[in-house]
C-alpha cells in the first residue's frame, strides 16, 4: 500500500494481526523492500511484519535530494506512528540499520529491539561518498552496478541469477533517491548517540561483506552493552538474499530470546568483548572500514 505521511509517501507491506508483536524492517542503499521476501516467510507465524520502501526506493517517492538522515528517520518514525506500533523490533540492513539506531536513540517508546545487520554507526568516510557520487552524476547508476557486486556477493554467488537481478534492483533505482540517500549516508556518525543506547541489540555480519566487514559492524555492537554479534561466514553484504534462511534462524532466535528477556540491559554493564579476540571498543572515526570503494 501506498502510505501517505506528513512529509512523504511511502511504499508499505504490512501483514499479520495489527495487535500481534511487530518487526519492522528497513532495507539497504539500491535496493528495496523485496530484499526480504526469502526471510519472511522463515519467520514465527502471530507476528506482524512491516517493510518499506525508503524514501528514493521502490515504490516510495523520490523527492530531490541530497536527503539528510534525520529525515530518514523521520520517515521511519512517522511510519510508526501512522501504523501506530510501538515496542517493535526494528531490523535494519546497512543505511537501513542507520536509521535504526537514529531511530532508537530518538524515539525508545517504538523500539523493543534492534538488529542492526551489516552495518556500522558509520559507513564509509565522506570523500569516498562523494567519489561515488560524482561519478554516478557523470556515468549513470550503471556504472557502479560490477563494483556494487563485488562489495555485496563472495565470488560464487555473484555468478547467480538472483545477484544479478539485485544489480538490476541498483540501476531501477530512481537516480536522486540513490543519490539521495548516499549524502544521508556520508553525512552520519553515530557512534556517540549509539554508545548511549541501552536495549537489547543483535548485531550480524557476512565473512565476504566488502561494504561492511565484519570488524566494522563488530566496533559498533561493541559500544552497545550487552548486544550480542553473530557472523555468517558464508555471506556477504546482504544476507536476507544469499541466505535467508540462516538468516531468518538468526532473528528468530534472537526474537525467542527477547520474548523470554523481560530484563532490560543495565546501563552500567561492562562494554562486552563480542569477539573472543582481543578488541578495542575505542574508535577512529576516520577508518574507511573496506566500505564504498
Ligand atoms: O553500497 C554499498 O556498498 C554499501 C552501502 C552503504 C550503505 C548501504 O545501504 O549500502
Not at 538472483?162 to 556518525?189: F, S
Request: charge should be negative.
Amino acid at each position: 500500500m501506498r502510505l501517505d505521511l506528513p512529509n512523504i509517501t511511502l511504499n508499505v507491506e504490512d501483514s499479520g494481526p495489527k495487535d500481534a508483536p511487530a518487526v519492522v524492517f528497513a532495507h539497504a542503499l539500491g535496493t528495496n523492500l523485496h530484499l526480504w521476501d526469502a526471510v519472511l516467510p522463515h519467520l514465527p507465524e502471530g507476528l506482524r511484519l512491516i517493510r518499506y520502501d525508503l524514501r528514493g526506493h521502490g515504490g516510495s517517492d523520490a523527492p530531490d535530494g541530497p536527503y539528510a538522515m534525520g529525515t530518514l528517520v523521520r520517515d521511519a518514525e512517522q511510519l510508526l506512528d501512522a501504523l501506530d506500533v510501538t515496542d517493535a523490533v526494528f531490523v535494519g540492513i546497512s543505511i537501513g540499520g542507520l536509521i535504526a539506531q537514529g531511530l532508537a536513540v530518538k524515539r525508545l517508546d517504538q523500539i523493543r529491539a534492534l538488529v542492526l545487520s551489516n552495518t556500522a554507526a558509520k559507513i564509509g568516510v565522506r570523500s569516498v561518498w562523494d567519489k561515488r557520487i560524482s561519478e554516478i552524476r557523470e556515468k549513470g547508476l550503471e556504472s557502479i552496478v560490477a563494483p556494487t557486486l563485488e562489495r555485496w556477493f563472495a565470488p560464487a554467488f555473484r555468478k547467480t541469477e538472483e545477484a544479478q537481478r539485485w544489480g538490476r534492483a541498483i540501476t531501477e533505482t530512481p537516480l536522486k533517491g540513490y543519490l539521495g540517500c548516499a549524502a544521508a549516508v556520508a553525512g552520519t556518525d553515530f557512534y556517540t548517540p549509539t554508545s548511549g543506547l541501552r536495549l537489547s541489540c543483535l548485531g550480524i555480519a557476512g565473512g565476504y561483506d566488502g561494504s561492511t566487514p565484519p570488524d566494522l559492524v563488530r566496533e559498533t555492537l561493541g559500544v552497545i552493552p550487552g548486544s550480542r554479534f553473530e557472523l555468517m561466514r558464508r555471506s556477504g553484504h546482504l544476507p536476507p538474499v544469499d541466505a535467508p534462511e540462516d538468516y531468518a534462524a538468526l532473528l528468530t532466535d534472537f526474537l525467542t530470546e527477547i520474548a523470554h528477556d523481560k530484563r532490560d540491559p543495565d546501563p552500567h554493564d561492562p562494554v562486552p568483548d563480542l569477539t573472543g579476540h582481543t578488541q578495542s571498543h575505542s574508535h577512529n572515526h576516520d577508518h574507511d572500514g573496506g566500505c564504498c570503494g
